[in-house]
């Protein structure tokens, strides 16, 4: 019954002719590892289409959610991890295999007459599948796809004449967005794969047509391909995909940077390791010789490589086959050359490594963000997931803002004129200086403010006293933005709280605050809402009020913030920042792919 069957779906289909024609193809001089590349190439490919196609069912392209949702593919679905990380390393695993089969069919001459367009096509392969690393490289719209897709686009860019529109076209405009996003996603998956099956079809089709090269030095004895070819082939598509899988797991799935940030200039952008070596050959042509590196050198080498199965027209067969294998050997040994050059020059660059090590840092931050329930990924898009983190904006806008005059845990870049901001507004830093107010992390370097040690040199208090006065002030940081000063003193937690008397008493002879002091013994600042996020802003604001350090006739004093300068979205980062008001980041990060 089952034959009969059989029989049936053939009479309609001609199988059987189609099987024939894959398994018992010819193998002039027998099976041979070597001859397995092709089919471990079309493997890859299917399971390329395969994974992508998986992809494509979670992928967002835009802007401003495909960040989230490569996110998502890599750490909420089911398997996405995996999926991704196939799709990843498989493509690398592509470029690998095709440049051995290259070299295969050149020590083979298989690229000669009469199989001059396959070589031709196989080129073509080659080109489309370099298109879609570069196209797919920007898909997750994270840092590092960002910047290597500038330089590429920009190389894109300084071609001869058409070199900027092309540019414009992939780009979809002057800036990098949105429409470079679905410009790359279109070429991605809806452009690039029809060409590849199509230069594919034409490629096994001419394998077909003429036949695998056989052996200079075999017995001319063709065996089918089956069984021993075809099991070569199965072993060698298993090892491979095998090998991915391994890799795959062992980095735990692919990478995912930070989200892209235009703004952040000093990223070290570095394109994959199979373009190393053309990123070390553009270091040699600077300037105006830069199309030389880009252009010229490049072009040439794919002109040769196209034109190499006509070399045997002008030169005898076998001079020409050990010019071409010399050829495609040189180039090769070159880039590995520059490869490595390439590495070996950053392993030693201390900025290229602390910007590396920076750019690890977000990444980490970023997936972490986005992991925490309490924030994840903002809707408005993922290029504001670090914008609004307090640890790594507040930290920047402090660094830029801030830590030329003062510094922080210690730590300054500039003249370390003012006090230390780490912890400023709680009991911890109020407490410290209160015990030394001239130490070098309080007002020792501010000029002009001596008002606290001249009051260290006089005060009564005792160290029990500054205990409890200090755990009065420190309430002040937690008082609400809109609550008034006598409103305040009205409650009971104040009214009856001991430090009161000794604040009134003691502090209250310079620091002002209606209802509770009346100052007059010298100027200083007002300490209503001390270290709360209202205190923070006027200080950063209007440092030059009354109430703040206006009364002070130095020069040399804390400048005015306006808002071109710390916008109010980053005022409120460096003051969560300041005030700890921030997710903490875990000791070590939970899921860090
Ligand atoms: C040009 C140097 C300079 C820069 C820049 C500067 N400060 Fe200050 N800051 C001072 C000085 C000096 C004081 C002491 C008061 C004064 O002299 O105005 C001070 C005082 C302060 C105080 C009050 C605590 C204290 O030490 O008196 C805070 C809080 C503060 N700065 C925060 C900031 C923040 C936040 C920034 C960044 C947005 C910043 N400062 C930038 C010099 C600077
Ligand atoms: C002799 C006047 C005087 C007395 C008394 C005094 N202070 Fe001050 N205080 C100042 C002056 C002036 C400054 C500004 C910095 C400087 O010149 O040292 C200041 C600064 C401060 C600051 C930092 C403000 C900022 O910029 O962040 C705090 C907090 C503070 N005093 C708390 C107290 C407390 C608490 C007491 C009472 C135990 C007290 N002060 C007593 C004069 C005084």
């Given at each position: 019954?089952?034959?009969?069957?059989?029989?049936?779906?053939?009479?309609?289909?001609?199988?059987?002719?189609?099987?024939?024609?894959?398994?018992?193809?010819?193998?002039?001089?027998?099976?041979?590892?070597?001859?397995?590349?092709?089919s471990a190439?079309?493997?890859?490919?299917?399971?390329q289409?395969?994974?992508?196609l998986?992809?494509?069912?979670a992928?967002?392209?835009?802007?401003?959610?495909?960040?989230?949702s490569?996110?998502?593919?890599s750490?909420?679905m089911?398997?996405?991890?995996?999926?991704?990380g196939?799709?990843?390393?498989?493509?690398?695993?592509?470029?690998?295999?095709?440049?051995?089969?290259?070299?295969?069919?050149?020590?083979a001459?298989?690229?000669?007459?009469?199989?001059?367009?396959?070589?031709?096509?196989?080129?073509?392969?080659?080109f489309?599948?370099?298109?879609?690393?570069?196209?797919?490289?920007?898909?997750?719209w994270?840092?590092?796809?960002?910047?290597?897709?500038?330089?590429?686009?920009?190389?894109?860019?300084?071609?001869?004449v058409?070199?900027?529109?092309?540019?414009?076209v992939?780009?979809?405009?002057?800036?990098?967005g949105?429409q470079?996003?679905?410009?790359?996603?279109?070429?991605?998956?809806?452009l690039?794969?029809p060409?590849l099956?199509?230069?594919?079809?034409?490629?096994?089709?001419?394998?077909?047509?003429?036949?695998?090269?056989?052996?200079?030095?075999?017995?001319?004895?063709?065996?089918?391909?089956?069984?021993?070819?075809?099991?070569?082939?199965?072993?060698?598509?298993?090892?491979?995909?095998?090998?991915?899988?391994?890799v795959?797991?062992a980095?735990?799935?692919?990478?995912?940077?930070?989200?892209?940030?235009?703004?952040?200039?000093?990223?070290?952008?570095?394109?994959?390791?199979?373009?190393?070596?053309?990123?070390?050959?553009?270091?040699?042509?600077?300037?105006r010789?830069?199309?030389?590196?880009?252009?010229?050198?490049?072009?040439?080498?794919?002109?040769?490589?196209?034109?190499?199965?006509?070399?045997?027209?002008?030169?005898?067969?076998?001079?020409?086959?050990?010019?071409?294998?010399?050829?495609?050997?040189?180039?090769?040994?070159?880039?590995?050359f520059?490869?490595?050059?390439?590495?070996?020059?950053?392993?030693?660059?201390?900025?290229?490594?602390?910007?590396?090590?920076?750019?690890?840092?977000?990444?980490?931050?970023?997936i972490?963000?986005?992991?925490?329930?309490?924030?994840g990924?903002?809707?408005?898009?993922?290029g504001?997931?670090?914008?609004?983190?307090?640890?790594?904006?507040?930290?920047?806008?402090?660094e830029?803002?801030?830590?030329?005059?003062?510094?922080?845990?210690?730590k300054?870049?500039?003249?370390?004129?003012a006090?230390?901001?780490?912890?400023?507004?709680?009991?911890?830093?109020?407490?410290?200086?209160?015990?030394?107010?001239?130490?070098?992390?309080?007002?020792?370097?501010?000029?002009?403010?001596?008002?606290?040690?001249?009051?260290k040199?006089?005060?009564?208090?005792?160290?029990?006293?500054?205990?409890?006065?200090?755990?009065?002030?420190?309430?002040?940081?937690?008082?609400?933005?809109?609550?008034?000063?006598?409103?305040?003193?009205?409650?009971?937690?104040?009214?009856?709280?001991?430090?009161?008397?000794?604040?009134?008493?003691?502090?209250?002879?310079?620091?002002?605050?209606?209802?509770?002091?009346?100052?007059?013994?010298?100027?200083?600042?007002?300490?209503?809402?001390?270290?709360?996020?209202?205190?923070?802003?006027r200080?950063?604001?209007?440092?030059?009020a009354?109430?703040?350090?206006?009364?002070?006739?130095?020069?040399?004093?804390?400048?005015a913030?306006g808002?071109?300068?710390?916008?109010?979205?980053?005022?409120?980062?460096?003051?969560?920042?300041?005030k700890?008001?921030?997710?903490?980041?875990?000791?070590?990060?939970?899921?860090?792919?």
């Amino acid at each position: 019954m089952f034959k009969s069957l059989a029989d049936w779906i053939n009479d309609r289909t001609g199988y059987r002719a189609l099987a024939d024609q894959a398994f018992n193809e010819p193998i002039p001089g027998g099976a041979r590892w070597r001859y397995v590349f092709g089919s471990a190439l079309a493997t890859v490919f299917c399971m390329q289409a395969f994974t992508g196609l998986l992809l494509m069912t979670a992928y967002s392209p835009s802007s401003s959610t495909a960040w989230g949702s490569v996110f998502y593919i890599s750490h909420v679905m089911w398997m996405g991890w995996f999926i991704r990380g196939m799709h990843h390393f498989t493509a690398q695993a592509m470029i690998v295999l095709l440049a051995l089969h290259v070299l295969q069919v050149l020590l083979a001459g298989a690229y000669r007459r009469p199989r001059e367009f396959n070589w031709w096509f196989g080129m073509a392969l080659l080109f489309v599948t370099l298109g879609f690393s570069l196209t797919g490289y920007l898909l997750p719209w994270d840092q590092k796809g960002y910047w290597a897709t500038k330089v590429a686009t920009n190389i894109m860019g300084g071609a001869p004449v058409i070199g900027p529109s092309l540019q414009k076209v992939f780009v979809g405009g002057v800036d990098y967005g949105n429409q470079t996003v679905t410009r790359f996603y279109g070429i991605h998956v809806g452009l690039l794969p029809p060409l590849l099956v199509a230069c594919l079809a034409a490629h096994i089709a001419l394998v077909r047509r003429h036949g695998h090269t056989p052996p200079q030095k075999a017995p001319a004895t063709p065996s089918p391909a089956w069984p021993e070819q075809v099991f070569m082939n199965l072993v060698a598509s298993v090892g491979v995909l095998s090998v991915i899988i391994l890799v795959v797991l062992a980095h735990g799935g692919a990478n995912l940077d930070a989200p892209a940030d235009p703004s952040n200039g000093d990223y070290p952008a570095r394109p994959e390791w199979y373009f190393l070596s053309l990123f070390q050959f553009l270091k040699l042509f600077p300037g105006r010789l830069e199309a030389i590196g880009t252009m010229v050198i490049p072009g040439a080498i794919v002109l040769v490589m196209l034109l190499l199965p006509l070399l045997d027209r002008i030169l005898p067969r076998s001079f020409a086959h050990f010019l071409a294998c010399g050829f495609v050997f040189g180039v090769l040994g070159g880039a590995g050359f520059l490869t490595v050059q390439a590495i070996r020059d950053d392993w030693d660059d201390r900025p290229f490594l602390a910007a590396r090590e920076k750019a690890d840092q977000a990444r980490l931050r970023a997936i972490a963000l986005a992991l925490d329930p309490g924030v994840g990924v903002p809707p408005e898009g993922a290029g504001y997931l670090l914008a609004r983190d307090p640890l790594t904006q507040g930290r920047a806008v402090l660094e830029k803002r801030c830590l030329g005059c003062h510094v922080h845990d210690g730590k300054g870049l500039g003249t370390q004129s003012a006090s230390d901001l780490a912890r400023f507004g709680t009991r911890d830093w109020l407490r410290g200086m209160l015990e030394n107010p001239g130490a070098g992390s309080y007002f020792k370097h501010a000029k002009g403010c001596d008002g606290m040690m001249e009051w260290k040199r006089t005060t009564k208090l005792k160290p029990n006293e500054l205990d409890v006065v200090a755990d009065f002030v420190a309430g002040f940081a937690s008082i609400p933005d809109d609550v008034e000063p006598t409103e305040w003193l009205n409650q009971k937690e104040v009214a009856e709280h001991p430090g009161l008397k000794l604040f009134q008493n003691d502090c209250g002879k310079c620091h002002v605050i209606d209802g509770l002091s009346e100052g007059g013994l010298r100027d200083a600042p007002g300490l209503f809402a001390w270290g709360s996020p209202r205190w923070f802003a006027r200080m950063i604001r209007k440092p030059d009020a009354l109430d703040r350090y206006g009364y002070l006739e130095t020069s040399n004093r804390m400048p005015a913030f306006g808002t071109d300068q710390v916008s109010d979205a980053d005022l409120n980062m460096i003051i969560r920042y300041l005030k700890d008001d921030y997710l903490k980041p875990a000791a070590a990060p939970a899921q860090a792919r």
